[in-house]
């Protein structure tokens, strides 16, 4: 059935099209471009009706899965143009092949990667004027699969849309390379073993809402979770994975099921290693991460994820106390991965892991 399938293209007219949004003040995901990609999915017909269309509002049955029981699932990219003005990706194939898996621990179909990557290529290129050209901003892609078929019992949806919607969105540190403020839960969890931690899916980030709303309100930007049966050890940081600088190791939580694997992650201890950094993935808990920083030996934090590419860590707060990392400044290993990943992305740097392609 994939073989077949068929993109078409329908395109806005010219009187249709939308003011784009000033570079400096583009913020995240507030934009959306003219063009989106869809496709929709039943028993009878597998994938079929691609299109590439004017970005339009969805007619769905109230009764749709997706509104009662969250059989949705999603992806995030950025599409970046090179200072030779071609339009990069960053390792994308990675991000369908996750979306795919996601797809079957949430029992919904798989996506035809070879067919969405050319339909986001060709959506690419139709709105690649949309792709911010200043320093540090480029173009959001947020792929996303719900079920809609109209019915109210727990079962998998026997329909679904697959849509890509592009966001310009503005360098996420507008105001410099700034260490973020984090708030460690003790007394909620993001995800549990065995559960669907590990599967980019719409209910784990409802689910977190209210402890990082909580964590806002006391003046920090984002949650560093413990994991759900011991509360004891590091997980991840709001939607990013986390790593720390402790010694001459650097160190990450190892992917059991609980953690999101981000392709950011995978890609710093990549580099890492290539830069003979000693890389260690394994269990760390929030006491030995509070000791070492009490004794001087933790001397970086970062989290990892396509938004920020690299965050550093200035400061924990942890049971009623604040620590502070590296005095509050970004470490050497922080600023040198996000230098080269940033250069990476945009195609300035060499490529040694063949990362980035190229649209068109
Ligand atoms: C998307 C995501 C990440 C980061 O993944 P990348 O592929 O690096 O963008 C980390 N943790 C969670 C919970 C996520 O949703």
Known sequence: MWEDLEVTLEKISEDQRKV????DS???GQHF??????MKWNQELGWHDAKICPYQNFVLDPASVVFHYGQAIFEGLKAYKGKDGQVYLFRPEDNIERMNS????????????????KSLKGLLYLEKDWIPTSEGATLYIRPTMIGTEPFLGVRPSKEYYFFIILSPVGAYYSEGFNPTKIFVSDEHVRAVKGGVGHVKTAGN?????YTSEMAKKKGYTQVLWLDA?????????GTSNIFFKIGDEL????????????ITRNSVLQLTEKWGVKTVERKITIDEVLSA???GSLTEAFGTGTAAVISPVGELYFKEESYLINNGVTGELSQRLFDELQSIQAGQAEDPFNWVVRVG
């Open 20 to 23: 784009k949004p000033a570079q």
């Open 26 to 28: 583009l913020g995240f």
């Open 33 to 38: 471009t003219d063009h989106m990609f869809l």
């Open 102 to 117: 996601s797809a079957v621990r949430m029992c919904m179909p798989r996506l035809p990667v070879d067919k969405v990557m």
């Open 205 to 209: 980030y409802a689910a977190s809402l």
């Open 229 to 237: 049966c011991e509360h004891k050890y590091i997980e991840e940081v």
């Open 251 to 262: 160190i990450t939580p190892p992917l059991e099921g609980s953690i999101l694997g981000g």
């Open 293 to 295: 920083i009490r004794d």
